[in-house]
């Protein structure tokens, strides 16, 4: 007979817990506030554009009509793209600390395949764009098969930590934003992979 303390219930269990977005943020303004002020550290390597509106490119069947709109959208200015940010702007969804994770990822899925138009504000509005990645604010952790899903869709990790604010995912870290503002960054290779495995 196999007992719960076998290695394979072990593992079931650990997979079988809760995935929640990590940090002390109460509410999703205040995840937002912190976000915003390590950011707003980087302004000659980053530009940060808020609340954008955009439509999805291939709407699903039998879903209803709706439009996207991501919390963050990050351009690399020429430092960071010189420093090795080559995959162009990214997004940023915000939530607040312990909430289930899997329908911000699902979310993400979703957003990545929209296009976003640059509001007024922007240093190019009017255009439209598609993120190459989006990050999750805050998560910290994340590894085993969902983690590798989540790296194909291009669906990364984000977390503000006293010295730095960085994004990565499946134990990559791929831009660190240090809040001595010094910086570095280098492209994630994951996600390139389409069709049969």
């Not at 709706?66 to 162009?88: K, M, Y």
């Not at 009017?126 to 998560?139: D, E, K, Q, T």
Request: glycine content about 8%; some cysteine.
């Amino acid at each position: 007979m196999i007992s719960c303390d076998t290695p394979y219930y072990q593992d079931e269990r650990r997979y079988s817990q809760k995935l929640e977005m990590d940090g002390n943020y109460a509410t999703e303004e205040s995840a937002c506030r912190a976000l915003d002020a390590a950011l707003d550290q980087h302004r000659d390597q980053v530009e940060v554009v808020k609340e954008v509106v955009g439509q999805y490119l291939l709407p699903r069947p039998c879903s209803k009509d709706q439009r996207a709109r991501i919390d963050r959208i990050v351009i690399p200015r020429r430092p960071l793209v010189e420093a090795g940010w080559t995959l162009g702007p990214f997004g940023i969804e915000v939530k607040r600390s312990g909430k289930k994770a899997g329908p911000t990822i699902c979310q993400a899925m979703d957003y990545a395949r929209a296009l976003y138009v640059m509001p007024q504000d922007s240093s190019i509005p009017g255009h439209r764009i598609v993120l190459s990645w989006i990050f999750l604010f805050p998560l910290k952790e994340m590894g085993g098969d969902l983690s590798s899903i989540m790296m194909q869709h291009r669906i990364g990790r984000c977390w503000l930590s006293s010295h730095s604010l960085s994004f990565g995912g499946d134990g990559i870290w791929a831009i660190n934003l240090r809040a001595n503002g010094e910086y570095d960054a280098k492209p994630l290779a994951s996600g390139q992979k389409v069709g049969s495995r």
